[in-house]
């Protein structure tokens, strides 16, 4: 009996004798249950010290009337059924053993073969030879639990391809032709390689990463003939350090990027610009002749992404793929919902992955070019945000001459489910175009202070590297010597690189301490951003596949002391996020409106309030309180007021104030690509957690009426998107509302409201809420009695959390071209010559 407990009911025994479980449901078997709609502990007790589970415990007069309620519960039952044989003239007995037979369960009739008996055993070893995928395919249908989760239209098979080789117009040297046959075992070269390399001279290796010792790099630097190094250590090392590098940069012929596709939205600014840098000195020494070569895969616009990247204009594109590879099929596996009143439903995902398929599990790692090409399946948990995204990782199974297998398997949010019903689109819609704003004046400025620092600007000459406007530029914020030349501004010093982070990485980690069995070993170290979601007292922290418990959080020493476990269970947090907008810097009118939009100055403020103890089967075991600070963060964005007239229109016909408030910034984040160039995720907003909006019960946490966005990189000065998106909000609005009133879905999707980036799964929506705070923005008649009455059905009204938003504090603020701009004082002009200062441009600070 001692095992029996380890065993679910809804699970098959493996053999032998069955066991009959009976479940009282009709009693509290926790002292702290998650209530249904709200999610907070219910008659909560005290939590003992280091207790997992809380098992019941009642006292004599909560026993007895517990046994009262089943009595009467059982007396009804027998009245309710003998009223109705009698009134219907029926035999009760017959009646009870007949109506007893759908309730009494019967032994399980034994598999008919070994293999279906053992269908869900992990292999012990992975056999040297497979079914083909179509056998495999077919057994997935045929399988018991399969109840037509491939979707309609979602079982696509594109044919094999055979190798198509090339010829080289040279011979390679002998010890490269050993090389590639003993590393790889390639003895010809396909067509696309081919043209690649004769497009090359005959070429003849050192890494020079931020893992390299001090003492190798003198050496690698004057002695390597080719280095293998990341765009951060151009920018922070080599081109910071030209005089060192200058032999080296002076007889530079090939620059070499991989997965180009990866340099895109404000990565790729970064990186073109970080190019440009490189070009320019080694233009300066003499070195004209550096040739850019690149490889990428899923670009829709591969000629004018490389043309963009490096600034030049001859390019040679191969865009022909003589590589072989195999019968490919695809699969859109929807699993169904879990219906609370069948235990037996929702098993298909869980056992779909016991060893059924030999593959993996994706994760983004696999869209870069990492060849794998051994793997048979690819399985994607989820929609992964873009259609690219999801060809990139499918394209990692397959890449010989075997069949292979990809399956995407639907989550429950809004964009996973609009592509399960209309899998069509991930076949033949194309990939998006790749896009870089050279224009992003936060990033322009940076790199042109890191180029003075490299080499004095001379703006007639280097304006071709930056911008039209170098000369501008260097007067406004460069410091000019007495030659002419223009020179990094003090601000930037001693370093100018390292003012100017090319990913979005931050300063502060936390320290993650071992402290199992009186050891004291760091395992890693986290963002702070990441470990106040991640680390708290009580957490199971998971590393590398083992589980490890929070037992000492100490934020104000940026360590958690952790300890290895063996638990059935994992943690969720329990948390939410507030963005407040803390100062005014500018002001825009909308047309023909009484609203206005406004940018400035956000913060963020992250708080996790407890969590949840989550078993195997996502099923919450407990509810736990903690107290940790919060995280405050800045950063700049814009934001708009709902009007009053809005929020009267919404409260009166019942509408979800939140989610059309969530709706509508959905609409409008959606569509600042149009206008700015960026990438999903550069600007995010304040999304709403059902959990709080969906309760019926007060909260103090009341949120203003707000549409904000905020710059997700680039620290307390943004990133310089929201900025840009500021300069089109009118645009914005209409197109926002284009969108959702001439989108055919009835309570939001992927097309009008919803986001596959949303945190809390575009819960709670109000697609016809939208619109009325759209309209209103716009100051567009809105219909009323055409509107529906609420409550809607996808969110259910609460207790209201939404007021009426109150002002922003305003800085000084000045008219520029019709927007009211926040004044800087330039460090660099005596005070009395401040008032005079006047331009005739549209300038945000930063």
Known sequence: MDGIGSRHPDDLPSGGNEVLFFEFVDGDLKRQVQNRKSGEPVNPTRRLRDEDLKMPVYSQKQMTTLIEKRNQKFLGAINAFINRCVQEKLDPEVMLRQEAEAYIPSPSEPEPTKSESQF????????????SIPEIVQELKDSPWYTGQIVPDGHRVFDAQEAVYGELDFVLSQDMVNALYNAKGIIQFYAHQAEAINSLENILVETFDGDTPMYERNQIRDEARIIFTNPDMLHITILPQEDRWRTFLKNLRYVVVDELHYYNGLMGSHVAFIMRRLRRICAAVGNRRVKFISCSATVANPREHFKTIFGIDDVHLIDFDGSPSGRKEFICWNTPYKDPGD?????????????????????????????????DCVITLGFPYTIANLRQQSGRAGRRNKDSLSILVGDGFPSDQHYMQNPDELFTKPNCELQVDLNNMLVLEGHIQCAAYEMPIRPAEDAHYFTPDLAKLSEERLVKDELGYYHCHDRFRPTPAKFVAIRDTEDDHFAIVDISQGQNIVLEELEASRAFFTIYDGAIFLHQGNSYLVRDFQPDRKIAKVERVKVEWTTQQRDFTDIDPIECEAIRKIPKSLSRAFYGSIRITQNVFGYFKVDKRRRILDAVQVDNPPIIRHSKGL?????????????????????????????????????????PGDVRTECKAGLKEFAQKETSRKRPARLTFYDAKGGANGSGISTKAFEFVDMLLVQALDRVQHCHCESGCPECVCSELCKEANEVMSKAGSSVILKALLNIDIDIDALPMGPEETSPAGIETVVLAKPVPVGRILVIDGVEVKAERDETLPMSEQSDVQTSSTTLSN
């Open 639 to 679: 934001w708009l007021d709902v009007p009053k007239r809005a929020l009267e229109i919404l409260v009166d016909r019942r509408f979800h104030v939140a989610g059309a408030i969530h709706a509508a910034e959905h609409a409008v984040m959606s569509l600042m690509p149009n206008f700015v160039i960026s990438m």
């Open 343 to 375: 235990p037996s439903s929702g098993r298909g995902k869980s056992e779909m992955f016991e060893g059924k398929l030999l593959g993996i599990i994706a994760t983004t790692a696999l869209e870069l070019g990492v060849d794998i090409g051994t793997l």
């Open 120 to 131: 869900s055993i992990i292999p012990k070893s992975i056999p040297k030879e497979r079914k």
